[in-house]
């Protein structure tokens, strides 16, 4: 069960349900925006058509916004009115690009400043490693954040260098967080990539034979999943020890290892800023680091067989706000597609409400985003095709409500 299914991306939308009826928006880059009239049954708020674009289309959530990136144009939308007309776009045609070069906007740093992963794709396949950059929408140029995250090796004499894989990044002001190569490697700039440093693992990079780490900075405290060696998850936990929060103490302060968890790697950890809550999403569960001693207990534990087939790797919580204890996890699976379960209690019991949720995508399609949309009291919930599969789907995502 190693395939990674969902890369993180995380968001939810809800409010009226029902069919497809009315088309809209969506003229210069060739999709289109459908609208849904009222219905009884659980359908698709907004629909966004990019299958004209094959494999060469990403999706993400920018705080308030849905951004689509193509090898043509950036279009963003209001998450709160997803099938109102594009609230911006931006031209991404750069100079001496590919054709199916996709320049993926992954977030904003400053105005008309967007970090991206760059990559190239021919008949579904890349031929590209994903390059970071920092681009600028104003005078349309790139700046390569990425030039000197770069891991060479000497084989039989001769030296090889490569880019370092780029996992998770996040955004503090003017600094840039990115999980670089394999686990623990958490580095962080200040200038534009001209100077890294490590808050955790080794820089420059040495380790990229493991599976990169995912992270999560609260207040206090660095918590970091992942499996390294390979077939051995864990999840370390280690304390600031200064304001700034890139300096940590070198031994962690709590750890879970894989005489816990076995091989179900930390994809991702994140947390419920209401109850300061942490979660860790495994392959197949869900596990809450309990207190100050951050003591791991399994919240959703799937067989490894498959409970009705169903196995996802855990990507992100959504709560209500004002009432945390009402949360939606979400995850992935290749086998079964998107999952979605609900606590009311603040993440003790949990219940599968996927066929309520995302109606006919559910056992199809992945979750690309849950999101709480405070303005109409509702989660909602972006499905679509995996975009990994053998013979994918044509590239339609769907957004549904869903309110508890």
Not at 118 to 128: C, L, M, Q, R, S
Not at 189 to 207: C, F, H, K, R
Not at 264 to 280: G, I, K, L
Not at 369 to 374: C, H, N, Q
Request: with cysteine; charged share 20%; hydrophobic share 35%.
């Amino acid at each position: 069960m190693k395939t990674k299914v969902a890369l993180s991306l995380m968001a939810v939308m809800a409010s009226v349900s029902g069919a497809c009826t009315s088309e809209k928006s969506g003229q210069d880059s060739g999709y289109l925006v459908s609208k849904s009239a009222k219905s009884k049954q659980s359908k698709p708020i907004a629909v966004f058509d990019y299958s004209k674009f094959g494999h060469s289309v990403r999706f993400k959530r920018l705080k308030n916004e849905f951004v689509f990136s193509t090898p043509k144009v950036a279009t963003f939308y209001s998450v709160t009115d997803p099938a109102a007309a594009p609230t911006r776009k931006l031209d991404l045609k750069l100079p001496k690009m590919a054709k199916t070069t996709v320049v993926e906007i992954v977030e904003e740093l400053a105005k008309n400043q967007f970090i991206t992963l760059t990559d190239g794709y021919e008949d579904g396949v890349p031929v590209a490693e994903k390059v970071i950059k920092v681009y600028n929408a104003a005078t349309k140029t790139t700046l390569d954040l990425g030039k000197k995250l770069i891991n060479c090796l000497t084989v039989f004499g001769e030296e090889s260098c490569s880019p370092v894989p780029i996992g998770q990044i996040s955004v503090e002001g003017s600094r840039i967080f990115v999980a670089a190569g394999a686990a623990p490697n958490l580095l962080y700039t200040d200038d534009m990539g001209e100077n890294w440093s490590a808050v955790n693992g080794n820089y420059p990079v040495t380790n990229t034979m493991c599976y990169g780490a995912s992270f999560l900075r609260t207040k206090t405290h660095l918590v970091q999943g992942g499996e390294c060696p390979l077939d051995q998850a864990f999840v370390k936990i280690y304390k600031f020890t200064d304001e700034s929060r890139t300096k940590i103490a070198l031994k962690p302060v709590a750890s879970v290892d894989h005489k816990f968890m076995g091989n179900r790697a930390a994809w991702n950890v994140f947390s419920n800023p209401e109850t300061n809550q942490v979660f860790a999403g495994v392959e197949g569960g869900l596990i809450e680091l309990v207190g100050e001693t951050f003591s791991p207990v399994f919240r959703i534990e799937h067989a490894i067989s498959g409970s009705n087939g169903i196995y996802p790797y855990y990507d992100g919580i959504a709560h209500v706000q004002g009432q945390p204890a009402k949360m939606l996890a979400w995850g992935n699976s290749r086998e079964t597609g998107g999952t979605v379960m609900a606590t009311t209690d603040g993440g003790k019991t949990w219940t599968n409400i996927t066929t309520k949720a995302i109606a006919e995508k559910a056992g199809t399609e992945r979750i690309k985003d849950v999101y709480f949309d405070a303005s109409k009291s509702r989660f909602l919930i972006t499905v679509s095709p995996d975009e990994y599969a053998d013979s994918p789907a044509p590239m339609i995502y769907s957004v549904y409500e869903y309110k508890m």
